[in-house]
């Protein structure tokens, strides 16, 4: 199984910038669908974006649609979140997921392999 470590969460201020990694090893990146998700206290976690193994396609929830983007570098193993115009309802801790899979997965048990989570605090 893939092992996922993120990081680049961190305080933020309304409207400003962050991005996000998720390193994986264990095996090739390459093979893996792989998404973004995030739980606020008291919340169940939720979808935020989603990118093919190859990188061809991505999805994301309405909510963070022109702001966020999801990118991936097989060559590093890493997959990015660029978030911009950040907002308090941004705050959150943010998990990287894999799933071995040719197909965009929007849904929480689609993955089943999950990151440690990194926080993102976005103050107003």
């Known amino acids: 199984q893939v092992q996922l470590v993120e990081s680049g969460g961190g305080l933020a201020q309304a409207g400003g910038s962050l991005r996000l990694s998720c390193v994986a090893s264990g095996r090739p990146l390459s093979i893996y669908t792989m998404g973004w998700f995030r739980q606020a206290p008291g919340k169940e976690r939720e979808f935020v974006a989603a990118?093919?193994?190859?990188?061809?396609?991505?999805d994301y929830t309405d909510s963070v649609k022109g702001r966020f983007t999801i990118s991936r570098d097989n060559a590093k193993n890493t997959v990015y979140l660029q978030m911009n115009s950040l907002k308090s309802e941004d705050t959150a801790v943010y998990y990287c997921?894999?799933?071995?899979?040719?197909?965009?997965?929007?849904?929480?048990?689609?993955?089943?392999?999950w990151g440690q989570g990194t926080q993102v605090t976005v103050s107003s």
């Open positions: 997921a894999a799933k071995r899979a040719t197909m965009i997965i929007t849904w929480r048990t689609g993955y089943d392999s």
């Open positions: 990118i093919k193994s190859s990188g061809s396609t991505t």
